[in-house]
Nanobody, 131 residues
C-alpha cells in the first residue's frame, strides 16, 4: 500500500462557476524511481447515500480515461515529481458537491472505476459548491 495525503485536507467551499485544484501526495511508494507511475491512479467522488463514482483514471503510462460528466471540466495529471496526483476542476456546479478521494491501485488487472480494485485511499476532501 501507499500513503496518500490530499490537499485541501478536509473541507473547501467554492462558488458556482469557480475552479478548484485538488492534490494528492504519495509516500511509501513501491519504487522511488518510478513514483506514482507504478500505480493506476483515479479520482473518485461520493455523495451521501451513494457509491463512489469514478471521475478520471490515469494508467501507468499517464494516459487518462474520463467519466462522461468530467470530460469537459475536469483534468487529472501526475506531476513531474511523480509523487503528486492532481485534479483540476473548472466551472463547478452545485451538482459537483461531494467528497473527493484519490486512490492508488495495481495496474493489472486494470481497475478503471471499480473502487474495490484500489488498495490505497486519500483521506477525502469535502467540496461544497454554492451560488
Amino acid at each position: 500500500q501507499v500513503h496518500l495525503e490530499q490537499s485541501p485536507r478536509s473541507t473547501v467551499s467554492v462558488r458556482t462557476g469557480g475552479s478548484l485544484r485538488l492534490t494528492c501526495v504519495a509516500s511509501g511508494v513501491r519504487r522511488a524511481r518510478y513514483g506514482l507511475y507504478d500505480y493506476a491512479m483515479t479520482w473518485f467522488r461520493q455523495t451521501t447515500g451513494n457509491e463512489r463514482e469514478g471521475i478520471v483514471y490515469v494508467d501507468t503510462s499517464g494516459q487518462s480515461r474520463y467519466a462522461d460528466f468530467a470530460r469537459r471540466r475536469f483534468t487529472a495529471s501526475k506531476l513531474y515529481d511523480s509523487l503528486t496526483f492532481v485534479l483540476s476542476m473548472d466551472n463547478l456546479e452545485p451538482e459537483d458537491t461531494a467528497t473527493y478521494y484519490c486512490a492508488a491501485g495495481d495496474p493489472w488487472p486494470v481497475p478503471h472505476f471499480d473502487p474495490r480494485q484500489y488498495h490505497s485511499w486519500g483521506q477525502g476532501t469535502q467540496v461544497t459548491v454554492s451560488s
